[in-house]
């Protein structure tokens, strides 16, 4: 066996008052390239046992945990707990060469570890696909399915748009295109380039992910690199997973997710040779609501058939978009 020392990975944690889920995310990491993982879990502003069960599960299933213990001030949020993390995974491995991120309330899948090396070899970064932890998928029944099948659909269409015009997102064709911190890998010269995790209460996994693209960063939105997540509707981050899908099953109007610009503003940004890097950020008095969805799907779409580009298949996942896998990742966020 490797020495501590000689290890390479870091799978970093944040968690606050996670003891009922944080056995279970630990569990699922067992036996997961053991030789060269260490395990990082970042706990703050907890009041329950998440350490003790941490360190129980780690000791059963024999993985090497860290512990980090921190409070975080108010405005504090996820994106500090994920950077003091990762900056506890720097200082304390001196052979680190990637760092996976994960959730507490998470489980990933068996070959989660190797499947994330196996795309850094020739990637910076990789985002893994979120899907719902099958036990828990009965509250995406509650969605309007309307509502969550036009979402989808839209977007597919903002993905195909920033895949065919958007500079150096030409990876995003064909893909789930999503950036969460529930699976999220990245080499650790590309997480100290881009200056690691902002401290921000959420959204600091699509921030990370959108200035790697900014600096030309190679990224890859992975199929095979799998983790479900919980459908809790009371979270820990604030404007965070759980609270898009409690607006989402609350059944009125709301709010879609803040990667969906708006047709006309996608359409102006292509004209004036702005369109970003991805993941787009809709700033709240731009956002969409899901009302104002098939009008601005009716938009895209009629540009996409016809914009003097072959008509591709930016609808193709229609027919998925109103499954609950497909509304869930669609509201699944930082």
Not at 179 to 206: H, I, K, M, N
Not at 317 to 330: D, I, K, L, V, Y
């Amino acid at each position: 066996m490797s020495r501590a020392l000689d290890k390479d990975i870091a799978i970093v944690i944040p968690a606050r008052n996670e003891a009922r889920r944080i056995g279970v995310a630990l569990r699922a990491l067992a036996g997961q390239s053991p030789d060269r993982v260490r395990v990082f879990v970042m706990i703050n502003n907890t009041t329950d046992a998440t350490a003790r069960v941490a360190r129980r599960q780690a000791a059963r299933c024999g993985l090497d945990l860290t512990i980090v213990q921190r409070s975080l001030d108010p405005g504090e949020g996820v994106g500090a707990a994920r950077r003091i993390g990762c900056a506890a995974a720097l200082r304390g491995m001196p052979g680190l060469r990637h760092i996976l991120n994960t959730d507490a309330d998470c489980i990933a899948a068996p070959d989660w570890v190797a499947r994330n090396l196996a795309h850094l070899q020739r990637a910076d970064a990789v985002c893994g696909r979120i899907e719902p932890i099958s036990s828990e998928a009965e509250v995406l029944a509650q969605m309007d399915p309307v509502a969550a099948r036009n979402e989808g659909i839209y977007a597919a269409l903002v993905r195909e748009f920033h895949a065919r015009h958007a500079p150096h997102c030409a990876h995003l064709g064909g893909t789930h295109g999503q950036a969460a911190g529930a699976s999220l890998a990245v080499t650790r010269a590309a997480y100290l380039a881009a200056g690691g995790f902002a401290p921000q209460p959420c959204g600091e996994d699509r921030d990370l992910v959108r200035r790697l693209g900014q600096t030309r960063r190679r990224i890859v939105h992975a199929d095979d690199v799998i983790v479900q997540a919980s459908c809790r509707l009371t979270g820990r981050a604030q404007g965070g997973m759980s609270d898009a899908l409690r607006w989402r099953v609350a059944g009125g109007d709301y709010l879609v997710d803040d990667g969906l610009p708006r047709a006309d503003t996608l359409l102006s940004a292509l004209k004036t040779g702005t369109l970003g890097a991805w993941p787009p950020l809709v700033s709240g008095q731009d956002r969409l609501l899901a009302s104002e969805l098939p009008r601005h799907i009716d938009m895209l779409s009629a540009w996409l058939n016809d914009g003097h580009m072959p008509a591709g298949p930016p609808c193709s996942e229609s027919s998925a978009a109103g499954s609950p896998s497909r509304a869930f990742a669609t509201a699944a966020k930082g």
